[in-house]
């Protein structure tokens, strides 16, 4: 999680231009690795638990922790950090980040965050989702001196946050739903969205071992496809959690 102190309010477009540059002889190198909560999205985890070469469930349980919002009652999943006075990631050495190539999404924007919002086009009448970025300014960072100077759309191309963007949308659009209509966000709903969002070789089982698809009528190629294709497998999580909350009808029941 973000400390709102060190969050700039001003709103970013990718034309925003600003001066940064983080390297191995900055004084505060890795220091914002320590003591910080790194929210992991579902495309971070297959990343994450593919460069370890672990199952998504043994990867959640070495390495992340849930917490539930208080909001939403969604549950949210947090790497690990080591249990020292300095609270440090435990994948940081002195010589850097070990899985840089695979980091999650929230390390490769820093010092940039990056906000959805969801307002109303006139134009079509309908619900669009704006996107926008903000700094982040924190006291130890010293990368804001630099003389590199970015636009933040260099920067996303530079730190390689498109495919994690594009990857992430379709569940970000569940995080806008907060309130169901009628009922609360139960135990079992819980449940389902942390399946489908983070344990991606448990509902890979779910699927093919389970009854499911003795109530669901899907494609033969799609099922083929999430077999083995794990990022197919994350968009249908994606399907199946809008399908139990009653956001959209993703799926079709098989008719008795």
Not at 62 to 86: A, C, G, Q, R
Not at 159 to 182: C, T
Not at 212 to 238: C, S
Request: aromatic share 14%; glycine share 4%; charged share 35%.
């Amino acid at each position: 999680m973000l400390n709102m102190k060190s969050v700039d309010t001003v709103r970013l477009s990718t034309n925003s231009k600003f001066k940064f540059k983080c390297h191995k002889n900055i004084d505060c190198f890795t220091k914002c690795c320590s003591n910080i909560q790194i929210m992991l999205t579902p495309y971070d985890i297959i990343r994450l638990k593919n460069r370890l070469k672990l199952s998504s469930g043994e990867f959640l349980n070495d390495h992340t922790y849930v917490e539930i919002e208080e909001k939403s009652n969604y549950p949210f999943v947090f790497l690990k950090m080591n249990e020292d006075k300095d609270r440090k990631c435990s994948f940081v050495t002195e010589a850097g980040c070990s899985i840089y190539d695979d980091r999650p999404a929230n390390c490769r924007y820093y010092p940039i965050g990056q906000a959805s919002l969801k307002k109303k086009d006139d134009t079509i009448n309908e619900l669009i989702t704006e996107e926008f970025y903000f700094f982040v300014k924190e006291d130890h960072c010293l990368g804001f001196n630099e003389d590199r100077e970015w636009t933040i759309g260099e920067w996303r191309d530079d730190q390689g946050v498109d495919i994690y963007d594009e990857m992430n949308r379709g569940w970000k659009e569940i995080l806008f739903i907060r309130n169901l209509p009628g009922k609360d966000f139960d135990e079992k709903q819980q449940k389902t969205f942390y399946m489908a969002s983070y344990d991606v070789d448990r509902l890979r089982r779910f699927v093919f071992e389970s009854p499911f698809l003795q109530h669901f009528d899907v494609d033969p190629a799609k099922l083929e496809k999430i077999k083995t294709d794990e990022i197919e497998l994350m968009k249908f999580g994606v399907d199946y959690i809008k399908f139990v909350i009653g956001m959209e009808e993703t799926l079709k029941l098989k008719k008795k």
